[in-house]
């Protein structure tokens, strides 16, 4: 009698698990995207012009090209170039450097080289989620090294830093 009383509990129990599992749906995707692709499938992302006074020619090009990437790579948006249910828009709006410490010796000894993007998102699907907003990030290099000799692969993090920012607050909810 009490294996029948112990297959019953585990019947029950297992019963219940089933109806748990099938009430609850947990969806993750490793990219990081949370978008609805029934509402939403094409974004268009505009070339960011470069409007800061300081400016080092490359940076403009480096930073369309991982912006576009940055969507190309990890969601399944066809890219167009008008009417996108997503936009993306804006510009490069500064581009400095600074002195951040000083050594033992009253000296500069690293500098801070920092860009900031203005973003503008327009949600086409839902304008509750639409944006302006300013982007930035930083990075630092001894005042030993010249500018020239470390300004690529800086600004490249930096570009990369952004477009991560930016992908993250139009399409991944974070």
Not at 21 to 49: E, H, M, R, W
Not at 162 to 172: D, G, L, P, R, S
Request: with cysteine; aromatic share 10%.
């Amino acid at each position: 009698m009490d294996w029948i009383r112990k297959s019953n509990i585990l019947a029950i129990m297992l019963l219940a698990a089933t109806m748990l599992l099938a009430a609850c749906s947990v969806s993750y995707k490793f990219n990081g995207a949370s978008i609805d692709y029934t509402k939403t499938k094409t974004i268009q992302i505009a070339d960011f012009p470069i409007r800061s006074s300081y400016v080092w020619g490359p940076m403009g090009p480096l930073f369309n090209n991982e912006l576009k990437d940055q969507y190309a790579n990890h969601t399944r948006l066809i890219q167009v170039k008008r009417n996108g249910d997503l936009k993306i828009e804006g510009e490069i709006t500064q581009y400095q450097q600074r002195n951040k410490s000083v050594s033992a010796e009253g000296y500069s000894s690293q500098t801070e080289l920092s860009m900031t993007v203005n973003v503008r998102f327009t949600n086409n699907a839902n304008h509750s989620e639409d944006f302006e907003r300013q982007f930035t990030a930083s990075s630092y290099y001894e005042t030993t090294q010249s500018l020239n000799s470390v300004q690529e692969e800086l600004v490249t993090q930096m570009c990369k830093e952004i477009c991560e920012q930016i992908f993250n607050a139009t399409v991944a909810n974070w």
